[in-house]
Each structure stands twice: as C-alpha cells, then as structure tokens.
C-alpha cells in the first residue's frame, strides 16, 4: 500500500501511549519478574535482573564481556523517519549506559499493515538505520510483525573490558551525580500529542531524544567512576531509587541544579502531564523524599518518563574534572552536577532538597 492509496492517520493517533512512557510501571515490573529471579545464573552472567540495571552482561573472556539489550516502543511523534531515530537512539543507550561500545544490532518490528502505507514504515526503518550508522555499527537482522498498534526499536549489542564495566549499583557515599541531558521529554511529547508544541519545542526535543549518549564508553575508562545508568521511562526519581538501592546508600538531588528544557514549566502549568508520571509515582513515592513545598509541577517532572534520557553518573569529588571533559567532547552542554551520593541506609531513598 503506498501513501497516495490512503488517507494517513498521525502515527500517535495509532498508540496508546509513546516513546518510554509506555513502559511498564516499576512496582508492576517487579512483581512481573518475580518468578524469573529462581532461574539458574551462570557464573559468566555479570549482571542480570538483579539491580534492574541497562542491559545484560555476559563475560566471554577476561578482556571481554557481551552486552545485550532491547528496548522498543509506540510513537512518540508523528514524523516517521523522527520515530525511528527517537527509537533506534533510545535502544543504543543503554549500551552506553553500561560503559560499552555498541557492536551491532537487530531491529524489533510491529506495523499495522493496513493502516499505515509501505512509505511511511520504510521511513521509521530508515530513521532508525541513521542513527545506527551514526553509531558506526550495521542492522543485522530483526523481526517483524503485522501489530495494531507501531512498535519499533532494536536489539543492541556491544563490547566491553569487564574490568570497565559500569553497574547501576556501585555508587559510593560522597560521589556526586552528574546527569547528561535535561528533563522533560514526556512532558514535550504530551504537548505534542495535543498540538500545544511549537516548532522551536519540536526542533530541540528531537535534538535531545536523538542525540547519542556517546560519552558512556570514556566515561567508563575514568577510574572514579563508580556507576552509570540512563534515565529513561521510570523519570528521574525511578532510575534515581534503583541506583539508590542497588548501592545501599541515599541519592540527595538538589531539585534546582537539575536540567530541564526550555518551556517546560509552561507546558505543565497548561496540563500537558503523561499519564506514566502518575503511575511511576504510584510505584515507587514510598522511596522518594519530596522538601516542603515540593508542588505538584515539580512532582510531575520528576516522575517524568524520558525517552532517549541523559546519562547519569555517580563519581568521586577529584573525577568530576574528567568527567564533565568527557561529557563537553561529545557536546552535552547541559550536563550538570545535580546531587550526591549519601550515606549507607537499610531503606535506600531519593532525598530531593
């Protein structure tokens, strides 16, 4: 079927959700996998569904370890080719988040064929091998399925030195917290959904979402760093209480050193709020520690899911020169220190002051 053979309906309309705010809640997640953490770990297996961590690790050898990841989604905007580089960008990430460099990977397909034309689900392939030949890796292969609703997205796999390997739950009291991109990506693509986001809003949410968290693997290679993990559809506050407890100790975030992007203030007061912020806080609010005040505007961005999210790194005070160095090489000019790393708890929170 070719564009000219039907009247195209917007690829958001076709989706109940988009981008990473279609994930599953967290406290739903983790009773889901409940049962799977009886299964039998191979000592080769380095990181599994432990610590809710990016990817799988797998060691091959001492000098390399196998990471593999998959990470698909329904549109989060209209523009096919944008869908694709959106999706492909995400996926890639947690390669990176891990500290590694992406191999190879396979794309996930699922098109309503009779919906939408040949053209447009060429574009969403397209979109998506840009954004892997900008990570210098081929699409091998992949699967696809006639679906009701669009899901695209890849299998990413990629190479690292074991000894490199940056865990979501090795962050250590004192180290401070660097996160790599501004929030607000799902409260952008709600705006857009609505037909509330302008052109420039447009313009640098798709610079953001496609933007390829490249610093992961020099940021890996600097000895004091001691966690990494990206902040994708559970928000900040979600992917701030896993790391808080997989390393046993309290994330303090001062709310007003992190980045967020422009107009987004203006966007929440007008009501454009995804329905996965509600929900990632009905998960996990009993791990967060909101300051007096802390309105609901605030809240809102904090649970906010982030498709194609920023890095955010756990180091000590004397490798924070390094690591902002590492960031500005690769062009993160909104990288910012947005909190530390407290003390050892038994009930490990996300403290915002």
Known sequence: ?????????????????????????????????????????????????????????YKLNDRQALVATTDFFMPVVDDPHDFGRIAATNAISDVYAMGATPILALAVVGMPINAISHATIAAILDGGASICREAGIPIAGGH???????????????????????????????????LGKPLGVGVMSAALKKGQLDAQGYARMIEVTTKLNRPGPDLAAIEGVHAMTDVTGFGLGGHGLEMARGSGCDLMIDWSAVPR???????????????????????????????QGFGDAERALLTDPQTSGGLMVACAPDALEAVQAAFARHGFADAAVIGEVGPHSDAPRVILR
């Open 1 to 57: 079927m070719t564009a000219t053979d039907m009247q195209e309906p917007r690829l958001t309309s076709l989706a109940h959700g988009g981008g990473c705010g279609c994930k599953i809640a967290p406290g739903v997640l983790s009773n889901l996998l409940r049962g799977s953490a009886a299964l039998p770990v191979p000592p080769e297996l380095l990181v599994g569904i432990e610590t809710s961590d990016d990817a799988a690790v």
């Open 144 to 178: 696809t399925i006639d679906s009701v609703e669009p899901i695209y997205g890849l299998v990413a796999l990629g190479l690292i030195d074991p000894a490199l390997l940056k865990r979501n739950a090795e962050a250590q009291p004192g180290d401070l917290l660097v």
């Open 261 to 291: 992007l422009p107009g987004i203030d203006y966007l929440i007061a007008a009501g454009h709020v995804t329905g996965a912020s509600g929900r990632n806080w009905a998960s996990y609010s009993e791990g967060v520690a909101l300051p």
